[in-house]
């Protein structure tokens, strides 16, 4: 018998067909003994729905107390039929609202953090028997204003609850049957992995892989609830997400995965003075126009200049670009240049932090295909380059390959 948490995103519950779909597989594991807590996203679509009509509503600015107030009846829909469901198999079932539970959040609307949960209600349904269901990406604020936790904010909620509750295993049930090598669209060799570790897994979500909202990630890594991402039409083992410890022997592989984004751009500086404050007057007034940066690499000065090269967001690209053009003489550049198109791909494993040697098979790798790095950034169990886009398969693929990723797991000792 193990005490779950069981996550449904919006794709799982986006029909009527899928909630009774979703019931019957709770009430099967009901009869096999397991005490469940669901977490259920709306219905999919059900949530950009919602913000199209705010925005009709009010087109200049959102009022956001009240768009939470819209915003979190999507997932009020789907906790209350898919009870009617569970009953309908026979199954006790009970729904509360983030704010019933009592998911307790700051007042920050639209992007609230769990400040504490109540967990009386759902233990005394849980010894009665009953499966419980709370609305995912919402709570109330100490006003009792309701909040919500932000796009993808679900995942949130069910990892919360799961450290809450102290539950065995927090389940993410998804459309994708766990996390994999890579993106399967990209190199169809791409293997699912039994195991993956936090530090791991938030690393290829911030590289791209959109499987699990980064912020749950986080959140499963510092109350070390171990995480697993399932599908939910399919049966199948996921893939598991937890620390790496003896306990939990990961199989020893140097690269876990191999992510990329194509969402970057990069610009250079060339010729500047190699003098403190350089950096400073180039990044300084980027972030004050609230640009993200990502990527920077700063050359070693020759001849008393240096070169600089960091990348941004595609969309903050060409405004970041004039910025500093515009600058251009006021920086004492040579040149200002960008590309855009360009991708960042990534190799990713705590294996590298034992390992030596695992930067240059990459880069032979990668040149044995005649692929130039624009820039390549390392930190500990990351390596990245930037590459021009036309040549991320052929990257990705590579980088498959020489590191044997679509081979099965080793078996653990
Ligand atoms: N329904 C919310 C969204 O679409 C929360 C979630 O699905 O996790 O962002
Ligand atoms: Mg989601």
């Not at 609850?161 to 539950?167: H, W």
């Not at 004050?288 to 967001?313: K, R, S, Y």
């Not at 380059?385 to 398969?393: F, G, N």
């Not at 990723?405 to 000792?413: F, G, I, S």
């Amino acid at each position: 018998m193990a005490s779950l948490v069981k996550k449904f995103g919006g794709t799982s519950v986006g029909t009527v067909e899928r909630i009774q779909a979703v019931a019957k597989k709770l009430a099967k594991a009901k009869e096999a003994g397991d005490d469940q807590v669901v977490v259920v996203s709306a219905m999919s679509g059900e949530t950009n729905r919602l913000v199209a009509m705010a925005k009709e509503v009010m087109p200049a600015t959102v009022d956001v107390r009240e768009l939470d107030v819209l915003l979190s009846t999507g997932e009020q829909v789907t906790i209350a039929l898919l009870c009617m469901a569970l009953k309908t198999l026979g199954c006790d079932a009970r729904s509360y609202t983030g704010a019933q539970v009592r998911i307790l959040t700051d007042s920050s609307h639209s992007k609230a953090r769990i400040v504490s949960i109540d967990t009386d209600k759902i233990t005394t349904d849980l010894e009665k028997g009953r499966i419980v269901v709370v609305a995912g990406f919402q709570g109330v604020d100490a006003e009792g204003d309701i909040t919500t936790l932000g796009r993808g904010g679900s995942d949130t909620s069910a990892v919360a609850l799961a450290a809450a509750l102290g539950s065995d295993e927090c389940q993410i049930f998804t459309d994708v049957d766990g996390v994999y090598t890579t993106d399967p669209r990209v190199e169809s060799k791409a293997r699912r992995l039994d195991r993956i570790t936090f530090e791991e897994m938030l690393e290829m979500a911030s590289l791209g892989s959109k499987v699990l909202q980064i912020r749950a990630v986080e959140f499963a890594g510092k109350y070390n609830v171990p995480l697993r991402v399932l599908s939910s039409f399919e049966e199948g083992e996921g893939t598991l997400i937890t620390t790496d410890d003896e306990e939990n022997e990961m199989e020893q592989a140097l690269v876990s995965g191999i992510a990329f984004n194509r969402d970057e751009a990069q610009i250079t500086i060339t010729n500047i003075a190699d003098q403190p404050g350089t950096a400073y007057s180039i990044l300084g007034p980027i972030a004050d126009l609230n640009v993200e940066v990502d990527m920077i690499v700063q050359n070693a000065g020759v001849d008393g200049t240096t070169d600089f090269t960091f990348t941004v967001h595609r969309d903050e690209y060409q405004r970041v670009l004039d910025f500093l053009v515009a600058r251009q003489k006021e920086l004492g550049a040579a040149t200002v240049t960008g590309n855009d198109q360009i991708v960042k791909v990534s190799i990713v494993g705590v294996g590298m932090r034992s390992h030596a040697g695992i930067a240059s098979r990459m880069f032979r790798a990668l040149s044995e295909k005649g692929i130039n790095l624009r820039m390549i950034t390392t930190s500990e169990i990351k390596i990245s380059v930037v590459i021009d886009e036309d040549y991320l398969e052929l990257g990705v693929r590579s980088l498959h390959d020489e590191f044997g990723l679509a081979d099965a797991a080793v078996t653990e000792a």
